[in-house]
């Protein structure tokens, strides 16, 4: 499991990319990925590289949510696979986050 | 022969039925002291997974549903031998004592497939070890040779595991994560706990009935089980919108089988699936 965040050279958008296995494992890396930046106008997460979500990672994803604003927040979801796609899907997801 | 006690034949990617993986052996009812586990494998290109399995069987990290009947408090870890052979009779491996002398011919009661369903007791060493898991979607993959639904059978076995374990061995309670601190706070806790636990344990039966296509997956955990009918009222109560940071797990499990339900107070947990 690897995380990596990037943010955009106007500083407005922060990427973060999860590679692996996206579960409780990755709790301390996913916040830190965001929240050692600062608050951001919007966000991306790449799951392109993600091949596995479990029910941790889901609550991970709405904690930056709450993070970047709650309802108010700007969070694109990209690139995820089917079996991932999914997940977001069945639990609901795709009504908080833009998934694309 | 005569000091070969228990015998097992599996055929891996064979017909669709459970005890084709050597997990299986993990589940037998019968374990003891010296096992032959004769391997055929024609279409298997690497059996380092299944011998890696063999060995914390034999090594008694995994135990079976006997040994919890026996003694449930005894948590010692007994040696066995475990001699794995090929089809043509050649050893792959053998953990403990090698055999006094070579187990062939067989006798014709043993030279026929052995019928076992994947039945395994996670105790603290093994669920120490952080890798029961992946050896049972691992298994059930292979065992039932159905790729395309290792995502969700992923998912099965890993949402029922966290919660069993979780709330169930560790007593951990979700509410604490109802923040990104509190979750945090909550996998700490999940870590210290697990480090420190002596006894507990967890029971993940598997059953394939080939006629029905279904697999049913029955998990039962040591702890004191909980109010499961809120949880089951919640899958159709809660609005979907919910923003809550947990709760997630059992939902998402329901979703994806025909059944869920529980019995003995919330300490087992049933499930059936269509493959």
Same mark, same amino acid.
């Given at each position: 499991?690897?995380?990596?965040?990037?943010?955009?050279?106007?500083?407005?958008?922060?990427?973060?990319?999860?590679?692996?296995?996206?579960?409780?494992? /990755? $709790?301390? @890396? *996913?916040?830190?990925?965001?929240?050692?930046?600062? +608050?951001?106008?919007?966000? !991306?997460? #790449?799951?392109? =590289?993600?091949?596995?979500?479990?029910?941790?990672?889901?609550?991970?994803?709405? /904690? $930056?949510? @709450? *993070?970047?604003?709650?309802?108010?927040?700007?969070? +694109?979801?990209?690139?995820? !696979?089917? #079996?991932?796609? =999914?997940?977001?899907?069945?639990?609901?997801?795709?009504?908080?986050?833009?998934?694309? | 022969?005569?000091?070969?006690?228990?015998?097992?034949?599996?055929?891996?990617?064979?017909?669709?039925?459970?005890?084709?993986?050597?997990?299986?052996?993990?589940?037998?009812?019968?374990?003891?002291?010296?096992?032959?586990?004769?391997?055929?494998?024609?279409?298997?290109?690497?059996?380092?997974?299944?011998?890696?399995?063999?060995?914390?069987?034999?090594?008694?990290?995994?135990?079976?549903?006997?040994?919890?009947?026996?003694?449930?408090?005894?948590?010692?870890?007994?040696?066995?031998?475990?001699?794995?052979?090929?089809?043509?009779?050649?050893?792959?491996?053998?953990?403990?004592?090698?055999?006094?002398?070579?187990?062939?011919?067989?006798?014709?009661?043993?030279?026929?497939?052995?019928?076992?369903?994947?039945?395994?007791?996670?105790?603290?060493?093994?669920?120490?070890?952080?890798?029961?898991?992946?050896?049972?979607?691992?298994?059930?993959?292979?065992?039932?040779?159905?790729?395309?639904?290792?995502?969700?059978?992923?998912?099965?076995?890993?949402?029922?595991?966290?919660?069993?374990?979780?709330?169930?061995?560790?007593?951990?309670?979700?509410?604490?994560?109802?923040?990104?601190?509190?979750?945090?706070?909550?996998?700490?806790?999940?870590?210290?706990?697990?480090?420190?636990?002596?006894?507990?344990?967890?029971?993940?039966?598997?059953?394939?009935?080939?006629?029905?296509?279904?697999?049913?997956?029955?998990?039962?955990?040591?702890?004191?089980?909980?109010?499961?009918?809120?949880?089951?009222?919640?899958?159709?109560?809660?609005?979907?919108?919910?923003?809550?940071?947990?709760?997630?797990?059992?939902?998402?499990?329901?979703?994806?089988?025909?059944?869920?339900?529980?019995?003995?107070?919330?300490?087992?947990?049933?499930?059936?699936?269509?493959?």
């Amino acid at each position: 499991m690897t995380i990596t965040s990037t943010m955009s050279d106007d500083k407005k958008s922060l990427t973060i990319e999860v590679e692996g296995r996206f579960d409780f494992n /990755a $709790l301390q @890396d *996913f916040r830190k990925a965001y929240e050692s930046h600062g +608050k951001a106008d919007a966000y !991306v997460i #790449d799951l392109a =590289k993600a091949d596995y979500l479990d029910s941790s990672a889901l609550g991970m994803l709405l /904690a $930056l949510r @709450d *993070f970047a604003g709650g309802d108010d927040a700007q969070i +694109k979801i990209t690139n995820a !696979v089917p #079996d991932v796609k =999914k997940i977001l899907i069945i639990t609901k997801l795709d009504e908080l986050f833009s998934i694309e | 022969m005569s000091d070969i006690i228990t015998f097992h034949r599996l055929h891996l990617y064979g017909n669709l039925s459970l005890p084709n993986d050597p997990l299986a052996i993990l589940g037998m009812q019968d374990a003891h002291q010296q096992s032959l586990l004769v391997l055929d494998t024609p279409q298997v290109d690497n059996l380092q997974p299944y011998l890696v399995a063999c060995e914390r069987f034999a090594a008694g990290v995994y135990k079976t549903s006997r040994d919890i009947a026996q003694d449930p408090t005894d948590l010692g870890v007994p040696s066995m031998s475990l001699w794995v052979y090929n089809e043509d009779k050649q050893s792959l491996q053998t953990f403990g004592s090698p055999p006094s002398a070579s187990p062939f011919p067989l006798s014709p009661a043993h030279d026929q497939l052995g019928n076992v369903d994947i039945d395994v007791t996670l105790h603290a060493e093994a669920l120490k070890g952080n890798y029961a898991v992946p050896d049972l979607i691992t298994g059930l993959v292979t065992a039932l040779h159905v790729q395309e639904k290792s995502s969700e059978l992923s998912t099965l076995v890993t949402e029922v595991f966290s919660n069993a374990f979780e709330h169930g061995v560790l007593g951990l309670d979700s509410k604490m994560k109802s923040t990104a601190d509190g979750m945090t706070a909550y996998y700490t806790e999940r870590q210290k706990r697990l480090e420190d636990l002596r006894d507990g344990f967890l029971r993940f039966a598997f059953r394939y009935d080939a006629s029905k296509h279904r697999l049913y997956l029955t998990c039962t955990d040591s702890g004191p089980g909980f109010d499961f009918q809120k949880v089951l009222d919640s899958f159709s109560t809660c609005p979907s919108e919910s923003v809550a940071l947990f709760g997630r797990g059992l939902r998402l499990v329901h979703s994806i089988v025909e059944s869920l339900e529980f019995t003995h107070n919330g300490r087992c947990i049933q499930l059936t699936y269509a493959l």
